[in-house]
């Protein structure tokens, strides 16, 4: 009851706010800046991250900084329609997102240069992913001291078999598909033929991109662009005489360049947005609404996926995350939920707790799952109990296949001095000693428990898509698809950005809306280590673990599907 008047004052207040301010943004009307400054800078996120109420300290942040693609979606649009604007300059500092923000970065400045605006952009230091942004503008400028690292991709892949085996640790372990190699990191004393064929499909595709990005922002051939490829890094003249850039300036210089005016013995300022916002006579204001907007709920599920609720790694813990989604189901709000996964698989259990959670869901609103990194194995277990599977274009989808094994310290306990005897009365009872190998009994259990797994798999896979286990199994064992890949594949239902998928949820909730609200539930924790996954590793578990995904990234005792 108290609502309407409630927004009712808040409006009024907002009103008055507005009209006093009147005659000095009048005044300032007068010079309306024709050029608007944007820092772009880390990881740049969707929408804006929820900022604590109480925050105590912090490294202060760069007024000209974009917080999310969504604020700076907003602000080009209010720009495009200024006729007074010239364009923008993009000062762009140790940027790091990955291809699909990258993508949806790059059509929002090709949607404002469609208006007839132009875009600077200006750096000290690009690398390979920033640069893409960077040469997306009309005019390149360097700073004459910096440098462009454009060198394309590479990926790493890690085998510790050898290494292990030196320190007296032994990985036992028994796979379920010849593409699932994540066990080959801890086994293998060299990389396999299969892991390399993984990485390559991928690096092939980022290149392609890279490529194409290149050849169509500087006006080059394919051949003329992978030749500049190869010929980097850069230092700041060789960029200029290359083509990469089209000037060498000074920050201080910048709004000089711009052909904006210095008042003496000062630099010439290049505003930011919300300086511009001060000199219109009625900038965009966020009234209140009456009817509120639709509300969106986004579960994340990202991190390894593990039992429980607590653990010290970058984990989904399935408790956690099963009641994130209890909550989005719960909230009336809510229109319809995003399944946010970014996760390279875990724990078998937890993995089906979460896609019983997310088929609960589902009966309630809409649910529809979306991947612009990594989706594999149990991370793609829990998404496909959405409506839909959307991708990023180049995102790591699919790895349907099983490992299980464990760890064995015993020779290393024996080279330090501990020893161990184990008794047993049962011939699996020892099943989870870390102290030994496996037996033939207890091997044999180990593959019909690796089979299960997989079958089972296949299984919810098949009902969730609509297909045979025959034809999955052919598209699993272990197969790692990108998101274009995996779309063929049928393990994908369509191929967009987040904005879009989140319009699309909305259409399906029949609350079509281009303005709308986003809660999230749920999210990662800390980061994993090495360490910890190891600890956590030492009875016999079944894996299904993405290491490829993994890889691409970097240019216990529970069953797992990582």
């Known amino acids: 009851m108290l609502r309407l008047p409630l927004l009712l004052l808040a409006n009024l207040l907002l009103g008055l706010r507005l009209l006093l301010g009147l005659p000095f943004r009048l005044m300032a009307a007068r010079k309306r800046p024709t050029w608007v400054r944007f820092r772009l800078a880390g990881s740049l996120p969707y929408r804006p991250r929820p900022v604590p109420r109480f925050r105590l300290g912090g490294t202060p942040v760069e007024p000209a900084t974009v917080t999310s693609l969504e604020t700076l979606g907003r602000a080009l649009k209010v720009l495009a329609a200024d006729p007074k604007v010239e364009g923008i300059l993009l000062e762009v500092e140790g940027l790091g997102i990955p291809d699909s923000r990258r993508e949806a970065l790059r059509g929002l400045l090709s949607d404002f240069q469609s208006a007839g605006k132009r875009v600077v952009s200006w750096a000290v230091m690009v690398d390979t992913d920033a640069y893409p942004v960077l040469g997306a503008a009309d005019e390149v400028l360097l700073a004459p001291m910096g440098r462009v690292e454009l060198v394309g991709y590479a990926a790493q892949a890690t085998v ?123 900038p965009p204001v966020k009234w209140r609404r009456l009817r509120r907007k639709p509300r969106l709920a986004v579960v994340d599920v990202a991190g390894i996926i593990i039992p429980g609720s607590g653990g010290a790694g970058r984990f989904a813990a399935a408790d956690t995350v099963v009641k994130a989604l209890r909550r989005a189901g719960r909230d009336k709000r809510a229109k319809a939920v995003v399944l946010a996964v970014a996760s390279p698989g875990g724990s078998a259990l937890a993995s089906e707790q979460i896609l019983e959670a997310v088929k609960r869901v589902a009966k309630q609103k809409p649910v529809i799952a979306y991947v612009d990194q990594v989706c594999a194995s149990g991370g793609y277990m829990a998404a496909i109990g959405a409506k839909e ?174």
């Not at 296949?458 to 297909?467: D, I, K, S, T």
């Open 160 to 282: 510790l078999g050898e290494a292990f085996g030196r320190v007296g640790i032994h990985a036992h372990f028994a796979r379920r598909g010849d593409y699932k190699t994540a066990p080959e990191l801890f086994t293998d004393g060299k990389v396999s033929d299969i892991q390399r064929q993984t990485l390559e499909s991928f690096l092939d595709e980022r290149y392609a991109v890279l490529v194409e990005a290149l050849s169509s922002d500087r006006g080059k051939t394919p051949e003329e662009a992978r030749a500049l490829i190869d010929a980097g890094p850069y230092s700041a003249k060789r960029a200029l005489d290359a083509g990469l850039v089209d000037g060498l300036v000074h920050e201080a210089d910048l709004g000089a360049h711009l052909g904006l005016e210095a008042k003496k013995d000062e630099e010439p300022p290049v505003p930011t947005f919300d300086a511009y916002l001060a000199t219109l006579a009625f």
């Open 389 to 562: 599977i959307w991708s990023a274009p180049h995102a790591v989808v699919g790895s349907i296949g099983v490992f299980v094994g464990k760890f064995e310290y015993g020779e290393l306990l024996e080279k330090l001095g501990i020893h161990r005897t184990t008794l047993a009365r049962g011939e699996n009872a020892a099943f989870f000693s870390s102290s030994r190998g496996f037996t033939p009994h207890e091997r044999a259990a180990l593959e019909r428990e690796v089979e299960e797994s997989y079958q089972s798999f296949l299984e919810l896979v098949a009902q969730a898509r609509g297909r045979t286990k025959e034809e999955i199994h052919q598209r699993a064992e272990g197969r790692v698809y990108s998101g274009l890949r995996a779309k063929e594949a049928g393990l994908v239902d369509r191929i967009g950005g987040f904005e879009e998928v989140c319009r699309h949820a909305l259409e399906e909730a029949r609350v079509p809306s281009d303005d709308f609200d986003i809660v999230r539930y749920g999210g990662p924790q800390a980061k994993l280590s090495l360490l910890k996954l190891l600890m956590g590793a030492a009875h016999p578990t079944t894996y299904a673990f993405c290491t490829a995904a993994w890889s691409l990234q970097g240019s216990g005792s529970s069953r797992r599907i990582e």
